[in-house]
């Protein structure tokens, strides 16, 4: 293209660009006042504390309560003698009438605890009965659950055999010498209920 042509085309484009300046600058002149970062101001951040906070204690759990299961306890021990002065009465009379204390009480307790009056009140009814100290001797020492059966208690006895069940008077010491344990039974509930029986089977003469 030519210097003229060239001439002609920059005179066309023209009237398009504003008159003044047609490339404005992308800043404009003398335009540097900045606003200036202020100098940052001293920040207050919250300080902790150096005390040692104390947690809240809870209240302590109860403990659950363990249901007790009853035990079983041992029977009481048996009471002592009242005294060793009425042990040692009880042992020299039971031996006055040829007894050995020793031989009784291990097969009968009980006999300890017994008071001496008891023991001779019942040794006295039973001579009253004629039975010899010989006698005596012998059904004592084959049944010593007699000797602390009370006087009372022995009547009874002896008036069911005789009455009821129809011992002759001659042969209660018989009856009684072969059976001594008849002494130590109960009327109501042992003696009575077991005659009744053996007359329901047909044995009339006990």
């Known amino acids: 293209m030519s210097l003229i042509s060239l001439s002609h085309a920059m005179q066309d484009t023209l009237p398009f ?11 404009p002149p003398h335009h ?29 759990k109860p403990h659950p309560k363990i249901p007790q299961i009853p035990s079983t306890s041992p029977p009481p021990p048996m009471p002592p003698p009242n ?48 039975f010899t100290t010989l006698e005596l001797r012998r059904i004592l020492s084959m049944c010593p659950h007699i000797l602390t059966v009370k006087s009372t208690s022995l009547l009874p006895i002896f008036t069911f055999l005789l009455r009821e069940a129809h011992v002759n008077g001659s042969d209660l010491k018989k009856v009684i010498n072969r059976r001594p344990r008849l002494l130590a039974c109960n009327v109501e509930t042992q003696l009575r209920p077991t005659l009744y029986f053996l007359q329901s089977i047909g044995i009339s003469e006990v």
Do not use: C, W
């Not at 020793?102 to 019942?122: E, G, M, N, R, V």
């Open 83 to 130: 005294s060793h002065s009425d042990f040692q009465e009880k042992m020299l009379y039971l031996e006055s009438i040829g007894l050995d204390f020793f031989s009784l009480i291990q097969h009968h307790p009980p006999i300890i605890f017994a008071s001496l009056h008891d023991l001779k009140s019942t040794v006295d009814f039973l001579a009253s009965m004629s």
């Open 32 to 60: 540097h006042d900045f606003p200036l970062l202020s100098r940052p101001k001293n920040l207050h951040f919250p300080t902790f504390s150096s005390r040692t906070i104390t947690p809240t204690s809870l209240p302590p």
């Open 17 to 27: 660009l504003p008159k003044n300046n047609p490339f404005p600058p992308l800043l």
